[in-house]
């Protein structure tokens, strides 16, 4: 298994098929000037396919998520969703999207071998949603979420972001659609990862703003933590239920000592942390001609130097190299 020296064990694979995307969200990229990787740095279908066996198989990964960049922009999606659903042990896998083009894929996913799909949307109003992207593409998320519930890619969950001076005050709007639409909403803080280094502690829209935001019109129960377990989002039952809420605290009320998580970036390098500053290169040792059982070792041995936790909050805090879209958030 995937061990580290704190005794965390990590189940739960995020692979990134792309660092390119066709949105350009502010806390994400920048307008332009983002170099993209080159074909040949980025792994191939087969490679993705043999990597994640090796984690089922060799590593006890029992989830795989698949993201970039935007990863419906991949080609072979589909086909690298129906190859692993094929692995035995057969892994959980789902997909984080902005949405665009899921309309036409979504069934083909489904069949595929797809269980669920996360949909990032921050907003229900287009001239915001075009402020925040930089892209007229509201009206194509919000068909891509509606063909992801009709093909049965449930839950279907929605991703947001809260931007002071942008969507800071739709909230509780947003969940009000949430709940007419049967999405399961999450908030997520907004997190040191843009390429442009623009993320200000002061201003940021925190989980503590977005409670308070969301008590205005509804009632929220907390759920218990036994039920968190692992997974990052805090849940809150919205007027005792059944259909729920999440905030994703990764700033103010880091998980990061139940984390279960190891990634793959999209030219191959693992990194145990979204925050890490180190990683791991299988993408040489794949095409050095490796054995399964050399590349499970390297990525123990990765697994084995991750951190305590990220220290967002921590003033020696550094922000990584790589920004979320080419890390795989
Ligand atoms: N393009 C896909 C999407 O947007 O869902 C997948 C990749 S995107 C990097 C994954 C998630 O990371 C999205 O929900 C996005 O909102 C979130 N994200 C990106 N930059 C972020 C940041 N600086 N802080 C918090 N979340 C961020
Ligand atoms: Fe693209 Fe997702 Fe980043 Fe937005 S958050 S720019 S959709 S990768």
Redesign the pocket.
């Known amino acids: 298994m995937l061990l580290d020296t704190y005794g965390r064990v990590a189940t739960d694979l995020r692979v990134s098929l792309t660092d390119r ?1 066709n ?1 350009r ?1 502010t ?2 990229m920048p307008e332009e000037g983002l170099q993209w990787l080159a074909k040949p740095q980025l792994l191939t279908d087969d490679e993705i396919v043999r990597l994640v066996r090796i984690a089922t198989t060799d590593l006890g990964v029992t989830e795989v998520r698949f ?5 419906l922009l991949r080609p072979g999606l589909t086909s690298i969703v129906a190859r692993c659903a094929e692995l035995e042990p057969r892994p959980k896998m789902s997909l ?4 665009i083009g899921l309309e036409r894929t979504a069934v083909a996913l489904r069949e595929a071998g797809l269980d669920r799909v ?3 949307l ?1 907003t229900l109003d287009p001239e915001t949603f075009q402020r925040m992207t930089r892209r007229k593409r509201h009206t194509d998320v919000l068909r891509g979420l509606a063909a992801a519930r009709e093909a049965g890619l449930a839950p279907v969950k929605v ?3 809260l931007m002071p001076g942008l969507n800071d005050q739709e909230a509780p709007e947003l969940l009000a659609w949430a709940l007419r639409e049967d999405y399961e909403l999450r908030f ?7 390429a442009q280094h623009g ?1 200000q502690r002061e201003g940021m829209i925190t989980a503590g703003d977005i409670l308070a935001s969301l008590r205005t019109r509804f009632t929220l129960t907390p759920e218990g933590q036994e039920e968190r377990g692992s997974a990052p989002a805090e849940r809150w039952l919205v007027d005792g239920g059944p259909q729920r809420v999440g905030v994703i605290a ?1 700033v103010t009320r880091p998980f990061c000592r139940a984390c279960d998580r190891t990634r793959l970036t999209a030219d191959g390098q693992v990194r145990t942390c979204l925050f890490a500053t180190e990683e791991s290169d299988l993408r040489g040792a794949l095409r050095g001609g490796a054995s399964d059982a050399q590349i499970a070792a390297l990525w123990r041995k990765a697994m084995w130097g991750k951190k305590a936790g990220a220290g967002i909050d921590d003033p020696s805090f550094v922000q990584p190299q790589r920004p ?2 080419a ?3």
């Open positions: 995307c949105l969200c806390y994400c993201t970039g960049g935007e990863p984080t999207t902005n949405g996360n949909v990032s921050d991703n947001a972001v997520i803080e907004q997190m040191p990862l843009d993320w990764s979320m879209s890390i795989g958030g």
